[in-house]
């Protein structure tokens, strides 16, 4: 909490003066959460809460330290422009999809915490004392990796709750208790909007070491079907043992999912890291209608063209369009790694394949699929493989050398250099395709070359 205040020096006053008229602040949330579990605090997401004052008086002393945002004012929550720091005062919200939210100043510190989602999130600290109050054994539930709700009757208002216990199982490895599994099996999350849905599964697959865990927990509780039903198709589809020991595909994809989590660490963007683990999520999902017995051997023939199925799932738990074109077109082609090394594909069909990604996804990020769905295959636990994927890295080498494996290979040709020789119309964009063709099929890198190579035949 030290480092807090001295991050935001006004803070100290601030808290000062809310003392000085009758109040008390209390550091809450994830923050003390954090500080708890010992990890590295995010002094950019800092709640106060502020009892023993009107939101009128809260904002008046505010004002006295900059301009006071009041976006969240009708939650009861207020910022100081620069600063960081959500200020919030105790409320009861009513259930449904749009709660009345009624502010109450005098709620006490240990009602407040009733009122929070889990027995770890419902801490404070008092920020004139520095005590840490825990009236519901967070700490404990924290220390023994059992996630329990501070009060049954209350969690059950909010259904958004069952996702956010989803994201926790995954990020932090805790537990539900049995309470708390059979509250969660039992709450009805029709009501729950697609963009909350999605914030929370970002948040299990963008903080989880193993964001699989809170994926195989629906499956435990049998919310499996409501949330990501073709999915949950996988769950009694068996593959092949020669080529997957792990068993089902649900398994299967489950242990891919958690190796895509290990392969994003080193990316740096979001956006990618999503695409990579939702494509991990996803790329299997056609065994479902695909997969076939003859003479007891399993095949699942096709099974990447069903995208149709991905499309619906995603749809369902995010709004970004470009994301799901993403995905669609890893699912589409994430046989094709190990094929190419199989049939020793040559280097003009890289830069094809390449191209064919383009803009969305590349190479490298079709390389990494391929080694999450490779390192998804082990029969003897539940953790995907050990990274000893040589055919991967073979498609990786030979995707470097076409000079493909992060963008495609530029056109030497465009539009304007074609419109010199042909009218305006559909024929441009045939002969763009065909020059492109042959410029990596013969390796020309010469405009001039090319034009009399393209041009030149067909004026014959």
């Known amino acids: 909490m030290k480092k807090i205040v001295e991050r935001y020096p006004i803070m100290s006053s601030i808290i000062q003066k809310i003392l000085a008229h009758g109040g008390r602040s209390y550091l809450v949330g994830g923050v003390v959460r954090d500080m708890v579990m010992g990890l590295s605090i995010n002094d950019k997401d800092i709640d106060v809460e502020v009892h023993g004052l009107t939101e009128h008086m809260l904002e008046n002393i505010l004002q006295e330290y900059g301009v006071v945002n009041t976006v969240g004012k009708s939650f009861g929550v207020l910022r100081v422009s620069g600063l960081a720091v959500d200020w919030s005062l105790p409320r009861t919200d009513s259930t449904g999809r749009k709660p009345i939210v009624t502010i109450d100043p005098g709620m006490t510190i240990q009602e407040a915490a009733r009122r929070r989602d889990l ?6 600290i008092d920020m004139q004392t520095g005590e840490l109050i825990d009236p519901f054994g967070g700490k404990d539930d924290i220390k023994n990796k059992i996630l329990r709700a501070p009060d049954a009757r209350l969690f059950i208002q909010d259904p958004l709750r069952l996702f956010r216990v989803m ?58 079907p409501v949330i990501l039903q073709e999915l949950a198709g996988t769950l009694q589809v ?5 080529w997957h020991p792990e068993g089902t595909v649900f398994e299967h994809t489950m242990q891919a999912l958690d ?21 991990a999520l996803c790329h299997d999902i056609g065994k479902v209608t695909t997969t076939t017995v003859h003479d007891g051997v399993i095949k699942s023939i096709g099974h990447e063209n069903e995208t149709g199925l991905v499309k619906t799932l995603l749809k369902r738990i995010t709004h970004d369009t470009d994301i799901i074109e993403a995905v669609v077109s890893l699912v589409l082609h994430h046989m094709q790694p190990l094929q190419f090394v199989a ?3 040559k280097l003009p069909a890289y830069k094809r394949l390449a191209r064919k990604l383009s803009p969305l996804v590349s190479m490298k990020l079709l390389a990494d699929l391929a080694r999450a769905d490779r390192r998804g295959r082990n029969g003897a636990s539940s953790l995907p493989l050990a990274d000893e994927d040589t055919e991967v890295d073979v498609f990786i080498k030979n995707a470097q050398k076409a000079g493909v494996f992060e963008l495609p290979e530029a056109a030497v040709l465009t539009g304007a250099d074609i419109l010199a020789y042909v009218k305006p119309g559909p024929q441009v964009g045939h002969l ?11 390796g020309i890198i010469h405009k001039e070359d090319l034009l009399k190579r393209l041009i030149g035949k067909k004026m014959k």
């Open 119 to 124: 027995t770890m999130n419902a801490m404070a």
């Open 167 to 224: 994201q926790f199982i995954g990020r932090f490895e805790m537990v539900p208790d049995s309470t708390l599994n059979e509250l969660c099996s039992s709450i009805d999350i029709t009501s729950v909007s697609r963009e909350r849905i999605e914030q929370e599964f970002k948040k299990l697959l963008l903080l989880s070491e193993r964001p699989s865990l809170g994926i195989r927990w629906l499956h435990s509780i049998k919310k499996l």
């Open 238 to 242: 068996q593959q092949n043992p020669k």
């Open 259 to 279: 190796a895509a989590a290990q392969i994003v660490q080193s990316y740096d963007q979001e956006k990618k890291k999503l695409i990579i683990l939702y494509a």
């Open 343 to 345: 049939q020793n594909a």
């Open 432 to 442: 763009l395709k065909k020059a492109y063709d042959i410029q990596i099929n013969e």
